[in-house]
């Protein structure tokens, strides 16, 4: 259930006056950080001149929260004095808002970020920033994860302004408002001049995340904090890991179907012997 949900007017529809004319875009921004923060807010000045952005994000922080959506809670949506509407929700419930009834409207394009801090390797299963981008594929629409390598947004005029340059051209190929697709994009907190070429890459992958950390509260109760991502184990070249670590800027294909196509020869035959087994007792 939706309340208390003011509407935006449609603004008139730009054009983008580069080589080809292009229509402008219509692009839903949103995050895991919080519609405050200052990934989202860098990237919507950055994205303004070339699109038409809305940005529909989470009240607070929510990261870790992968492609959780809230069914035990009403969701509302409040509007900002800079025009960004935000959701006392996840990540993925504010696309899911926004392409279901907010906007009014299919946007060309989501974005999620930019996120403060990396999301590579296995962090794409936990990450908010990409659950929110996630939901804008399933809802067959293109969509980019964007994510800095370090937190504490250093550079983050550069990240922004390589994701506007990214998407401009991603127009100009036709990729976007077309077929879905899904990216991960890493950008290490570098100066835009230092800035390596995108690098189409393969996920890498993490060591165990470090042990929780136990802590006693003043009423004596005992409490966990989860413990920090583990280090990064497969690390070799033509990983994001490796990518980002030589300054280039990781853009990562994901899919939604997690089949182990690979081996599903081997569990037909396991099945087999499994189902004759059980039929037999």
């Not at 980019?144 to 390589?162: H, N, R, Y």
């Not at 976007?176 to 950008?187: D, E, H, M, R």
């Not at 990562?252 to 012997?273: C, E, F, I, K």
Request: hydrophobic share 40%; with cysteine.
């Amino acid at each position: 259930m939706i309340e208390r949900v003011r509407r935006s007017p449609r603004r008139r529809v730009r054009t983008y006056n580069g080589p080809l004319c292009m229509r402008a875009m219509n692009i839903l921004l949103c995050n895991d950080d919080g519609y405050q923060a200052p990934g989202i807010v860098a990237l919507h000045a950055a994205l303004a001149s070339v699109a038409q952005v809305q940005v529909v994000a989470p009240e607070h922080n929510n990261s870790a929260k992968s492609n959780a959506l809230t069914l035990n809670a009403p969701l509302y949506v409040h509007e900002a004095a800079n025009g960004f509407r935000y959701v006392n929700g996840t990540p993925a419930d504010c696309v899911h808002i926004a392409l279901t009834g907010l906007l009014g409207y299919r946007p060309d394009l989501v974005i999620s970020g930019i996120n403060n801090g990396a999301n590579m390797g296995d962090d794409t299963l936990y990450s908010g920033t990409v659950g929110a981008a996630m939901e804008g594929y399933l809802f067959g629409i293109p969509a980019l994860a964007v994510s800095q390598v370090d937190k504490g947004w250093g550079e983050l005029d550069a990240a922004a302004s390589t994701v506007r340059a990214m998407v401009v051209q991603m127009q100009r190929e036709r990729l976007v408002g077309g077929q879905p697709w899904l990216l991960n994009i890493n950008i290490p907190n570098l100066p835009l001049q230092a800035l390596q070429p995108p690098k189409l890459c393969r996920l890498g992958r993490r060591h165990a995340a470090q042990s929780a950390i136990r802590q006693e509260n003043p009423r004596g109760e005992t409490m966990y904090w989860i413990g920090a991502a583990g280090e990064a184990r497969d690390a070799s070249e033509g990983t994001d890991f490796h990518a980002t670590a030589h300054g280039h800027v990781a853009v990562t294909p994901l899919q939604v179907d997690m089949t182990d196509h690979q081996h599903l020869g081997y569990w037909s035959q396991t099945m087999a012997r499994l189902a004759g087994a059980l039929h037999a007792a």
